[in-house]
C-alpha cells in the first residue's frame, strides 16, 4: 500500500469512528503511520483528504448495492429482502448516516453523502417497481416514497441500537417492516393482474438474525 493510499484508508476508518469535525491531520498522520508532511505532500489538507476519502467510501457501498441488489440479482422483493436483511454492524453505525450528523461537515462532503443516499434510493426504486409489476406489490403504492422510507427505516434502525446499545434494536425494525411488507404482498391476490403473485417476504421470527440470502456476495453495512 502507497502511502497516499494509507492516508486514505486511515481517513475512512477515522470518519466512521470519529466523524470529520473530530479527526484531525494529527490522528490521521498516527493511524496511517506516516510522516508529518506527508499529508500535505499528497493533499492540500484535512478537507479535500477527506472529500476524497469519502468519494471512494460512496463507491464502494454503490458499488456492492449495485451488485447484490442490482437488476440482475434477483426479483424485485427478493432486492428488496437482500437489502433489508443484510448484515450490519448496527452499533458501530452507517458509514454515510453517522457523518449526516456531524454539523462541521463541509459542504463538499456533505454532497457526497447526498449522492451516495439518493444512489441508494434509485437501486430501492427499481426493486420497488419490478416487485409491482411482477405483482408482488400493489400497483397504487408510491416507490419513490417507499424507497426513501426503506433507507429511513435502516437508518433509524442505527440510531436505536446505538441508543440502546442493543443490536437487536435494529433486528427488531427490520422485522416490523418485513411485516408489513408481507401484509401488502398479500393483498396483490385481489388484483387479477396479479394472481397467484406473493411477496417473497414473509414476517421473520423473532429469532431470525439480520442478514441477507448467502446465494449472493456479502452486503456489509450497505447504508
Known amino acids: 500500500m502507497s502511502r497516499r493510499e494509507a492516508l486514505l484508508e486511515a481517513t475512512k476508518e477515522l470518519l ?3 466523524g470529520y469535525a473530530a479527526t484531525s491531520p494529527r490522528d490521521i498522520l498516527h493511524k496511517s503511520r506516516s510522516g508529518q508532511g506527508s499529508l500535505y505532500h499528497y493533499f492540500k489538507g484535512k478537507q479535500e483528504l477527506a472529500t476524497e476519502a469519502l468519494r471512494e467510501v460512496e463507491e464502494q457501498v454503490s ?3 449495485e451488485t447484490t441488489c442490482g437488476p440482475d440479482s434477483g426479483s424485485g422483493m427478493q432486492r428488496l429482502e437482500r437489502y433489508l436483511l443484510a448484515e450490519r454492524d448496527a452499533l458501530r453505525g452507517c458509514r454515510l448516516g453517522r457523518l449526516a450528523q456531524d454539523p462541521e461537515l463541509p459542504a463538499s462532503l456533505r454532497r457526497i453523502l447526498a449522492d451516495g443516499f439518493a444512489r441508494v434510493e434509485a437501486v430501492l426504486e427499481r426493486s420497488l417497481r419490478d416487485a409491482q409489476l ?15 422510507s426503506v433507507v429511513a427505516l435502516v437508518q433509524g434502525g ?3 441500537a446505538r441508543a440502546h446499545q442493543d443490536p437487536a434494536r435494529m433486528t427488531r425494525a427490520v422485522q416490523g417492516f418485513c411485516e408489513l411488507l ?3 404482498g398479500s393483498g396483490t391476490s385481489k388484483n387479477p393482474r396479479a394472481r397467484g403473485k406473493r411477496s417473497s417476504i414473509a414476517p421473520p421470527a423473532k429469532s431470525r438474525k439480520v442478514r441477507h440470502a448467502k446465494t449472493k456476495p456479502s452486503l456489509r453495512n450497505p447504508t
Open 16 to 18: 466512521w469512528q470519529r
Open 63 to 65: 458499488a456492492r448495492l
Open 134 to 148: 411482477d405483482g408482488s406489490l400493489p400497483a397504487c403504492l408510491s416507490t419513490d416514497l417507499l424507497a426513501d
Open 158 to 160: 442505527y440510531v436505536l
Open 182 to 184: 408481507a401484509l401488502l
